[in-house]
């Protein structure tokens, strides 16, 4: 298929300087294809993607100590889960560690917010998603002051601090900022309420919390003004065409796990000596 991309979607889809208000939640950035161009494409690098977390894995049971981080984030109805189902779907369930984080629990509440992060990071050889994160700590609790300022202020460095060790130990870390305009989600909340096998994903606060988009807005622009590192690279995906939100996210990860230069371990046995036992056997 000749190549739809104007450049890699890491370049085209990276934050720095990017005004979260004035997002064409619409655009396609890097791609110049169409729906129809844009699945199939989808389907072809999936094969792609899919070889690639087998080398990721194969090196975690060999005793690498790599692995990837793929952090969602987006108001509800962005397409987190769309991305879980049709991105990650399309590899090998075994190596992949998939983390949701909702309202902290009772317990979490007695813990620092970073607590519950830590103790679902992917071990080695695997790729770890996060539908939510951390940063719904300076999100949703920056929004409606579930915390004192002064105390979710801080969160930005402490955040930064705890990626820069994860990077530093060998995790690489993708956070993908979902978006939609709030048309769109007016859409796609009305089908949620229109068809009964979409009833289960509606939540009357999502409708509550749609008169908050623009402090939302401000928090997502805070998210990524400040904790956009080289380290643990934030990239703004429009994401009102679903094929080019899922498109883009595997393009991100075939990025990230191509750069790791994985190679298939060697064996570490002797091949000639194993044949001449298999064919003996
Ligand atoms: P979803 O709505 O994505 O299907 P859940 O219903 O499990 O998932 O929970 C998501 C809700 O939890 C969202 O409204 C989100 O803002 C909220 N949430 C996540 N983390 C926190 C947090 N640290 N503090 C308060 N609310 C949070």
Request: aromatic share 10%; hydrophobic share 40%.
């Given at each position: 298929m000749a190549n739809l991309w104007t450049e890699p979607a890491d370049v085209a889809l990276?934050?720095?300087?990017?005004r979260v208000a004035d997002l064409d939640t619409s655009s396609t950035p890097g791609f110049t294809g169409g729906k129809r161009a844009g699945k199939d494409l989808l389907a072809e690098r999936a094969t792609v993607l899919s070889v690639l977390q087998e080398k990721l894995f194969a090196h975690g049971r060999t005793g690498g100590h790599l692995n990837v981080l793929l952090i969602l984030q987006g108001m509800d109805t962005a397409g987190k889960g769309g991305i879980v189902r049709h991105v990650i779907g399309s590899v090998d369930p075994q190596g992949v560690d998939h983390a949701s984080f909702g309202v902290p629990t009772e317990l979490e509440k007695q813990h620092d917010f970073l607590w519950r992060i830590s103790k679902r990071l992917p071990a080695h050889g695997q790729i770890g998603v996060f539908d939510r994160s951390q940063y719904e700590d300076v999100l949703v609790v920056r929004v409606h002051n579930l915390v004192p300022q002064a105390e979710w202020e801080q969160r930005y460095d402490q955040i930064n601090a705890f990626e820069k060790e994860l990077a530093e130990t060998g995790t690489v870390i993708v956070k993908v900022a979902m978006f939609v305009s709030l048309e769109e989600q007016k859409i796609r909340l009305r089908e949620r309420l229109e068809r009964p096998d979409k009833y289960w994903k509606f939540n009357p606060a999502d409708i509550t919390e749609r008169a908050y988009w623009p402090q939302y807005q401000q928090a997502y622009q805070a998210v990524l003004d400040r904790t956009n590192t080289d380290y643990a690279p934030w990239y703004v995906l429009p994401s009102d065409h679903k094929w080019y939100a899922r498109l883009a996210v595997t393009e991100l990860l075939i990025g990230a796990l191509a750069g790791l230069n994985l190679d298939w371990p060697p064996a570490n046995f002797d091949i000639a000596e194993q044949l001449r036992r298999l064919d003996q056997s």
């Amino acid at each position: 298929m000749a190549n739809l991309w104007t450049e890699p979607a890491d370049v085209a889809l990276r934050a720095g300087g990017v005004r979260v208000a004035d997002l064409d939640t619409s655009s396609t950035p890097g791609f110049t294809g169409g729906k129809r161009a844009g699945k199939d494409l989808l389907a072809e690098r999936a094969t792609v993607l899919s070889v690639l977390q087998e080398k990721l894995f194969a090196h975690g049971r060999t005793g690498g100590h790599l692995n990837v981080l793929l952090i969602l984030q987006g108001m509800d109805t962005a397409g987190k889960g769309g991305i879980v189902r049709h991105v990650i779907g399309s590899v090998d369930p075994q190596g992949v560690d998939h983390a949701s984080f909702g309202v902290p629990t009772e317990l979490e509440k007695q813990h620092d917010f970073l607590w519950r992060i830590s103790k679902r990071l992917p071990a080695h050889g695997q790729i770890g998603v996060f539908d939510r994160s951390q940063y719904e700590d300076v999100l949703v609790v920056r929004v409606h002051n579930l915390v004192p300022q002064a105390e979710w202020e801080q969160r930005y460095d402490q955040i930064n601090a705890f990626e820069k060790e994860l990077a530093e130990t060998g995790t690489v870390i993708v956070k993908v900022a979902m978006f939609v305009s709030l048309e769109e989600q007016k859409i796609r909340l009305r089908e949620r309420l229109e068809r009964p096998d979409k009833y289960w994903k509606f939540n009357p606060a999502d409708i509550t919390e749609r008169a908050y988009w623009p402090q939302y807005q401000q928090a997502y622009q805070a998210v990524l003004d400040r904790t956009n590192t080289d380290y643990a690279p934030w990239y703004v995906l429009p994401s009102d065409h679903k094929w080019y939100a899922r498109l883009a996210v595997t393009e991100l990860l075939i990025g990230a796990l191509a750069g790791l230069n994985l190679d298939w371990p060697p064996a570490n046995f002797d091949i000639a000596e194993q044949l001449r036992r298999l064919d003996q056997s």
